[in-house]
């Protein structure tokens, strides 16, 4: 590692979104580069065979003028995301950017230093913990929080507690976070781990025609997620905490960015870490890579909570994306123009699906106040206005418009036949698609080529008629998530599907899952159709939690229910098959790996036979094509 300048600021764009802010406001770049200490050089961090796991040094071309192929408003937002190092924020608080999608923050104690959202990778928070050790000295880790349950803000924590380093280090996070941090995991997670491939743009080329930016970062990392698990739960706002000689002021926050989630001030530093509760863009209501849709209202009253509860007891406000906002005033501004974001977008959602509009009808006539607009950090680059507007309106009116047309529609392929049907065939809708493209009107050209690639998956034509209108749509829009979608989509339309690269099977993780949570993860992988006519019953008696939990497959259903294992069966009829253990060997039983060190009773068979029944997910499953 070597200190390198503070970089300069590539030439900004010169044309701004109508309405929007202005790029003569050179602000962000200030508050970006300020504190700057020194960058991990070359900026490429790696995994086990020198696999590369982030390349910040990917990123240099965007210290050129914005091509015609960005918007230069996604650009800009680039261009301050790529800035990568140590930074001071405030007197003993630190920040490591731009070696993941987040940043990790490190505050000085009386023996060592305390790390805030330890990044995505293990490989990438080792970095940035050698980073600022090389800067600040070797301070050993004597503290760790969590801000909230998103794996970009723990999924790094081997990296700076290694296994067996850890002991006596709290390790603080919200009440719930265990939890909801693994529980992603579970039910949708290789959906949303597929997705998260088109989300985050990971196997796109860097450059001006391909991945730019996440808009929130510049794209996830791709090493080892890790779990240290909490030992010290906040459980209210206002409760205080020392760790390692610095007092801290906790703030819950829950259901708003995320299920558990804090945000936490420094009274001896003056320093407020806002989570991920407010950065510098319009954040997702519901993220494009699948989640439960978040509360914006909710959301909007925590902000203003924060506003009254920390009071002028700070200076300066960082999150664990993008970089600080100094001087008290500037923080009150900002995080008011954030809480009347949310607000505005949820009570405008409601007054409007109340006089009768669709959420793509809201979406497409609802624009921001003025005075929002014309703030950068309200701009909609992770998230958008448009799928936030139809977020709101699916959490409380469903996927249900309601126009009877469309509640029992054919599925997409059968669809797609009677469309192409209609327009004469394969070639005239083909070349309807191109006039339309030609004509500027790219949605309804992907719309309709699309009914044709899915009505004929092998038609090359087609296909990359798609991929081109994509990509036009890709490099139109200002949304970095949004333009990694269709990007993506393009490439596997040429290229063919890319697999995840993010391995989420950490056994640390699947050690963290509550037994329900891990019967859980099995019941939603039972084949039901192929297990209807079969019936069978399991004990599972957990001789370290004291707990014997019951195994029903009937119907293609796997159900569960515990117990006391000492507790009366209630008239339960005896089952099949009785496994005694320990709750570790659950998983290794559960995926299939023998029987070695339980004692069994009755037909051990029957495991076999409950396990032939379960799917395996499959990661690379097709999304542009049936």
């Not at 940043?103 to 913990?129: C, F, H, K, Q, Y």
């Not at 806002?274 to 997702?284: F, P, S």
């Not at 050690?511 to 019941?523: K, N, P």
Request: one cysteine or more; proline letters at 7%; hydrophobic letters at 40%.
């Amino acid at each position: 590692m070597s200190v390198q300048p503070a970089p300069e600021p590539a030439p900004e764009p010169v044309t701004a979104p109508a309405g929007g802010p202005d790029f003569g406001d050179t602000t962000d770049f200030a508050d970006a580069d300020r504190g700057f200490i020194g960058a991990l050089s070359p900026a490429v961090v790696t995994g086990d065979g020198d696999r590369t796991v982030y390349d910040n040094d990917s990123y240099a071309f965007l210290r050129a003028e914005c091509p015609a192929t960005v918007h230069p408003s996604l650009w800009r937002q680039a261009q301050l995301c790529s800035r990568q190092g140590l930074y001071e924020v405030a007197e003993g608080i630190y920040q490591v950017r731009g070696l993941d999608l987040s940043n990790m923050t490190l505050v000085e104690g009386e023996r060592g230093v305390i790390v805030i959202d330890p990044l995505i990778s293990a490989e990438t928070a080792a970095a940035a913990l050698a980073l600022y050790r090389e800067h600040r000295g070797d301070r050993p880790v004597t503290g760790m929080i969590y801000s909230h349950s998103h794996g970009d803000h723990f999924g790094g924590s081997r990296g700076v507690l290694p296994a067996g380093t850890g002991d006596g280090v709290p390790v603080i996070a919200p009440e719930g976070f265990l939890e909801h941090a693994v529980s992603e995991n579970v039910y949708a997670g290789t959906a949303m781990t597929r997705r998260a491939v088109f989300m985050y743009g990971d196997r796109l080329p860097k450059g001006p025609g391909g991945q730019v930016s996440a808009g929130l970062g510049m794209t996830t990392s791709t090493g080892t997620i890790t779990l240290v698990p909490p030992t010290r739960d906040i459980t209210r706002t206002g409760q205080e905490e020392t760790v390692d000689g610095v007092r801290v002021v906790f703030q819950l926050t829950p259901g708003t960015e995320a299920p558990a989630e804090m945000n936490f001030l420094f009274p001896d530093r003056r320093a407020l870490c806002l989570a991920e509760n407010a950065t510098h863009t319009m954040h997702n209501i519901l993220t494009l890579r699948g989640a439960v849709v978040r509360d914006a209202r909710i959301w909007s009253r925590y902000l203003d909570e924060a506003i009254g509860f920390f009071g002028d007891g700070y200076d300066v406000a960082f999150a664990s994306h993008h970089w600080p906002t100094w001087g008290h005033d500037r923080v009150v501004g900002y995080l008011a123009e954030q809480r009347d974001l949310y607000a505005y977008l949820h009570d405008q959602t409601l007054r409007l699906l109340n006089d009768g509009l669709t959420g793509s009808e809201i979406a497409e006539s609802l624009r921001l106040p003025p005075a929002l607009e014309r703030a950068w950090h309200a701009r909609g680059y992770y998230g958008s206005l448009s799928h936030n507007v139809k977020a709101i309106y699916q959490r409380y009116m469903g996927w249900f418009d309601g126009n009877p047309a469309h509640l029992w529609e054919h599925p997409p392929v059968e669809q797609a036949k009677r469309y192409v049907e209609v327009a004469g065939g394969t070639e005239p809708a083909l070349a309807k698609a191109r006039v339309y493209a030609a004509d500027g009107d790219l949605r309804f050209a992907a719309t309709l080529l699309s009914h044709v690639v899915f009505a004929d998956p092998a038609h090359s034509e087609a296909r990359e008629t798609l991929a081109g209108v994509y990509t036009r749509l890709g490099h139109g829009a200002e949304n970095g998530t949004w333009r990694n979608f269709y990007l993506t989509a393009a490439q596997e339309l040429r290229h063919g599907e890319n697999a995840a690269l993010l391995d989420s099977t950490n056994p640390e993780l699947v050690g963290a899952l509550t037994t329900e949570m891990l019967l859980d993860s099995i019941a939603v992988r039972v084949d039901g159709p192929s297990a209807w006519d079969d019936e069978l019953t399991i004990d599972l008696v957990l001789t370290d939690e004291a707990r014997r939990h019951r195994l029903t497959l009937r119907n293609g259903v796997l159900t569960h229910r515990s117990r006391p294992a000492g507790g009366a069966p209630g008239g339960e009829p005896a089952p099949g098959l009785t496994l005694t253990l320990t709750r570790p060997l659950l998983p290794a039983v559960l995926a299939g790996r023998g029987l070695s060190g339980v004692d069994t009773e009755g037909d051990p068979e029957l495991i076999a036979r409950l396990l032939s029944r379960l799917t395996r997910p499959v990661a690379d499953f097709p999304v542009v094509t049936p």
